[in-house]
């Protein structure tokens, strides 16, 4: 099943600000999909899950506040595939990404370069203008207190992708 580990963040009006003045060919990320990725895994046998499981476990930390901040694209602003919110004091986010990451690849997962923990809100289908997004450039998307941490199920359709709870780790 194709997995991915990673941080929920509530949907809110700002976000969907955001979202309302991207143009061009592109797809918004639902509300109810809203997250930061800690680690992408790509396709995992259900036996796997539960050593996953455990080494998420090991490398949970209290939970914290970070705050949305700034707009980026992905690659690059001159060539949009994604539109992301950036996280300001995102330094637990980072600390359990790299242990997450560590542990993984004595289990075969590819190392992560260069993470960047960000919000993915909408994702470029052809040419995105960044006319009407430039006065989000360095705006607040507010504040969010992270408190779990879960592993998904993504399921991809001709609609988008379903996201399904394998398992929601405590912080």
């Known amino acids: 099943?194709?997995?991915?580990?990673?941080?929920?963040?509530?949907?809110?009006?700002?976000?969907?600000?955001?979202?309302?003045?991207?143009?061009?060919?592109?797809?918004?990320?639902?509300?109810?999909?809203?997250?930061?990725?800690?680690?992408?895994?790509g396709e995992v046998s259900e036996k796997k899950i539960e050593e996953i499981k455990k080494v998420v476990e090991n490398c949970k930390v209290s939970p914290f506040k970070i705050k949305l901040h700034?707009?980026?694209?992905?690659?690059s602003e001159k060539y949009i595939k994604v539109v992301w919110i950036g996280v300001k004091n995102g330094?637990?986010?980072?600390?359990?990404?790299?242990?997450?990451?560590?542990?993984l690849q004595s289990m075969g997962f590819k190392r992560e370069r260069n993470y960047v923990p960000h919000l993915t809100v909408a994702r470029a289908k052809g040419k995105i203008s960044i006319e009407n997004i430039e006065k989000f450039i360095n705006s607040e998307f507010g504040e969010v207190e992270i408190k779990e941490i879960k592993i998904k199920k993504s399921t991809l359709t001709d609609k988008g992708p379903i996201y399904e709870d394998l398992f929601v780790i405590q912080l």
Do not use: W, Y
Request: proline fraction near 3%; include cysteine.
């Open 1 to 41: 099943m194709r997995t991915f580990i990673a941080v929920e963040i509530p949907f809110n009006e700002r976000i969907g600000d955001l979202q309302r003045s991207i143009t061009g060919r592109h797809k918004a990320v639902e509300r109810e999909n809203m997250h930061i990725t800690l680690k992408f895994l």
């Open 91 to 103: 330094e637990e986010i980072v600390g359990m990404m790299k242990c997450i990451d560590q542990h």
């Open 70 to 75: 700034g707009v980026g694209f992905f690659p």
